[in-house]
């Protein structure tokens, strides 16, 4: 089992000679109650990827809105994130749709209430000499791919735009390497992590390889959800909701202040892992487009749209039953944060 972390942030470390000597007057003054622990299950390592959230707790973003934020960091070998939230380990997970949809009809009564990113990172790269830039490029290429249900992505891009699916597909690893190597034409990927491999190879994007967002190809999905139980939410929307707020304000300051949300990732709370500084740098600088393309982005806001459109579509092509968006996800969380940050 996999326990919050105790990684104690530099600010509260800095704030515990104070303590005892703020603690006598404290007679003079009512107890006021103190801040609802929320924790998360992250979906992976320490990295980038939540930078925004470390950011958060590190500044004390959410005890500025009544929330402890502890979190439990995944990886290989750790617990799934909707077992650990259904097992009552967390209050918050982090999923993706379909396992999302498949928790929902095994009876769990889980509630979407917010998403990382604004764009999905998913991605399709190609090479300079054969470029995927529009759905009618798709037409008789060799796509590469990790695992079969991908060829519903690929099919569902291939009917927005009212083209046959005309096209191969062949199996294919994490890296891009096949691609470089000609075993395909292009290849599904996450722009924030596999174009990062060709241009540590000395390649230049948008001159010897593409990187082309699904979202940019018709395919509008929503990814980084963010959910939990609906008898949580109800019990606690408070605290719910000032989670959401501190969380939108830490990745507001994450997108205004990159080098500080790269330090409190490899200095803090990634320091352990071994990760690769100028890596994590290229990533963050991938991400901050997609989690914040504008400064109007409502941070974390869903899209019923993108939900009962494409969405429901590919979870239906995979044989699920989507139920009504408005019993499986909250929009009005995500407006009181905001409203709390205006």
Do not use: C
Request: proline content about 6%.
């Amino acid at each position: 089992m996999k326990f919050a972390s105790n990684v104690v942030p530099r600010r509260a470390f800095m704030q515990m000679g104070a303590g005892a000597a703020a603690f006598a007057g404290f007679s003079r003054f009512s107890f006021a109650a103190g801040p609802t622990k929320v924790t998360t299950a992250n979906g992976w390592v320490s990295n980038v990827q939540y930078s925004g959230f470390f950011l958060g707790i590190e500044r004390g973003y959410f005890e500025e809105f009544g929330v402890k934020a502890e979190f439990m960091p995944g990886g290989p070998n750790t617990p799934d994130t909707l077992v650990s939230l259904s097992a009552g380990q967390a209050e918050i997970a982090t999923a993706n749709w379909l396992p999302f949809v498949d928790a929902v009809q095994k009876g769990n009564d889980f509630v979407l209430i917010g998403a990382q990113w604004a764009k999905s990172p998913a991605a399709v790269m190609s090479m300079a000499k054969k470029p995927l830039l529009k759905p009618e490029d798709i037409l008789g290429m060799k796509i590469l791919i990790q695992k079969p249900s991908d060829t519903q992505i690929i099919d569902a891009i291939l009917d927005g735009a009212g083209l046959p699916h005309d096209y191969t597909t062949a199996p294919t690893g994490f890296s891009p390497e096949p691609l470089l190597a000609g075993d395909g034409d292009a290849y599904l990927a996450f722009a924030t992590n596999q174009p990062i491999t060709l241009e540590k190879m000395g390649l230049v994007a948008g001159k010897d390889f593409h990187v082309t967002l699904l979202d940019d190809l018709g395919y509008h999905v929503t990814q980084g959800l963010y959910l939990t139980t609906r008898k949580y939410l109800t019990e606690n929307r408070a605290a719910v909701v000032g989670y959401m707020a501190g969380m939108i304000k830490g990745w507001k300051a994450a997108a205004a202040e990159p080098e500080a949300a790269l330090d409190v990732v490899l200095n803090n709370y990634g320091a352990d892992l071994g990760l690769d500084a100028a890596q994590q740098k290229r990533q963050n600088e991938l991400q901050m487009p997609l989690v914040a393309p504008t400064p109007d982005t409502r941070l974390f806001a869903l899209t019923p749209s993108v939900f009962t459109g494409p969405m429901t579509v590919v979870a239906k092509a995979a044989g699920r039953t989507v139920p009504d968006f408005e019993k499986i996800a909250d929009t009005t969380v995500v407006d009181e944060a905001l409203a709390k940050l205006a």
